[in-house]
């Protein structure tokens, strides 16, 4: 996916986008919208790792994540110290222990999702909001009935594997440990 910056103006009720793009940066997945300060941002993956356990869907850890001002685009100058520090904080917070997946729902244990049918729910639908942590975020698109497959639910803990040998016998051990929901305001 790619994150794609755009000038938009609005001329007598009528919206129309320049061909100018601004800026554009691969990205991995949309955490949704968060006020910081009075002002809107987009957050986003920018950067993952790998952590591939389970045989029904990838797992990442985030690397790094951006929080865009959605009037500014990637443009931070006009900021106060007061936002960049708050900015800077969630995103050495989002660096240390959050995981998500595109395909795996990792808020729920396997016995719980073999129980739910997936039918048309997307995988933000059918998360267990006590371990999502960007629900709140995500809010903003669902009111604007934005189809939530756009959205990635992300947990906080521990996901690891290893693998040995007992008795001549093959051993995986997959951990995974998810802490509940924090909830963070900033207005």
Request: proline fraction near 1%; glycine fraction near 8%.
């Amino acid at each position: 996916m790619k994150l794609v910056l755009l000038y938009y103006y609005i001329d007598s009720y009528n919206i129309f986008k320049t061909e100018t793009i601004i800026n554009s940066k691969d990205i991995y997945g949309l955490l949704g919208i968060l006020k910081i300060l009075e002002e809107d941002y987009l957050g986003v993956i920018a950067e993952k790792e790998d952590k591939s356990l389970y045989d029904a869907g990838d797992v990442f850890r985030i690397k790094n994540v951006l929080f865009v001002p959605i009037a500014h685009g990637l443009d931070y100058s006009h900021l106060s110290s007061e936002a960049k520090n708050i900015i800077e904080g969630l995103i050495n917070l989002l660096k240390e222990g959050f995981y998500f997946s595109y395909h795996y729902d990792i808020t729920n244990t396997q016995q719980e999702s073999g129980k739910m049918c997936s039918g048309s729910r997307t995988l933000f639908d059918r998360a267990n909001k006590c371990y999502v942590w960007n629900y709140e975020m995500g809010k903003e698109f669902i009111a604007q009935h934005i189809n939530t497959r756009w959205l990635i639910p992300i947990i906080q803990g521990f996901i690891g594997n290893f693998e040995d040998q007992i008795l001549g016998k093959r051993l995986q051990v997959h951990l995974s440990d998810k802490n509940l929901l924090g909830v963070i305001n900033f207005t």
